[in-house]
């Protein structure tokens, strides 16, 4: 994190420079700024490289280091490593060097396209890693085979800047809301059909429920239905303002 202490401007022809801002709380969360965060989400690749570059540098060295340290009258030898885990989609994208969420490849993990994976909602492997990255853009950056545009794309996989930081395959926080969210909207719609008391319902039936908590969620949150659940949406399914509407619905 950085914080901004003061800012302070000489005029011209002054031999004091005046202070326009102090920073009255310097250890409060609202004035440390987590730096990684803060570039992904306000400035585009050249500045966060440019500023997060020396960190990676700083990483690098450290890795390639070793610490000895004396521990009981024995040298005990030390390695670092760094696991950046945790990220959410748009900072992977920024960090490996891959297009934007409105990509054609729509994956951070493998090579699928957007219609490989409506075709394929089951099976899936993790097959992206960060060196795999780097090699694609060279493969892009240099055209080694003299490609059009369109099969050096295809070719790279989604790859069109170079990957400066290693990120490690894991689930943020923005997949946890949606994958809770995904089951209580279930759990919400069964509720609603009391599905406990009928042994096979019907695909009609389902869908009555479903219509049914949409309406409510509608009228009474102005939440309206998604296609495809989404952070937003996901987190204010999971309020306790909804889960009040809900229960208005429950017949018992």
Not at 62 to 83: A, C, Q, V
Not at 122 to 136: A, G, K, M, Y
Not at 210 to 224: I, N
């Amino acid at each position: 994190s950085f914080t901004v202490m003061s800012i302070t401007v000489q005029p011209e022809g002054e031999e004091e420079a005046v202070t326009i801002f102090q920073e009255q709380k310097p250890n409060s969360e609202f004035s440390c700024r987590p730096l990684c965060l803060m570039f992904v989400d306000e400035s585009d690749h050249e500045m966060l490289t440019a500023t997060l570059g020396p960190v990676v540098a700083e990483r690098k060295a450290m890795k390639e280091s070793r610490l000895i340290l004396s521990i009981g009258g024995l040298l005990r030898s030390f390695r670092f490593f760094f696991r950046g885990t945790g990220y959410d989609e748009k900072m992977v994208r920024e960090m490996e060097g891959l297009e934007a969420s409105g990509s054609t490849y729509v994956c951070t993990l493998c090579d699928s396209t957007r219609a490989e994976a409506s075709a394929n909602m089951v099976l899936h492997s993790i097959t992206r890693s960060h060196d795999e990255n780097l090699d694609r853009y060279e493969i892009w950056r240099t055209n080694p085979y003299s490609e059009s545009a369109e099969e050096l794309r295809d070719r790279v996989k989604g790859v069109s800047a170079k990957p400066f930081m290693e990120t490690q395959p894991t689930l943020d926080a923005l997949h946890c809301d949606i994958g809770n969210a995904t089951e209580f909207y279930k759990i919400f719609q069964d509720e609603i059909g009391e599905v406990f008391q009928k042994t096979n319902p019907t695909r009609e039936e389902r869908r009555q429920w479903r219509s049914t908590l949409d309406k409510q969620l509608r009228k009474k949150m102005k939440l309206k239905p998604v296609m495809r659940m989404n952070g937003n949406y996901a987190r204010r399914l999971m309020a306790k303002e909804a889960v009040e509407v809900v229960c208005e619905l429950v017949p018992t």
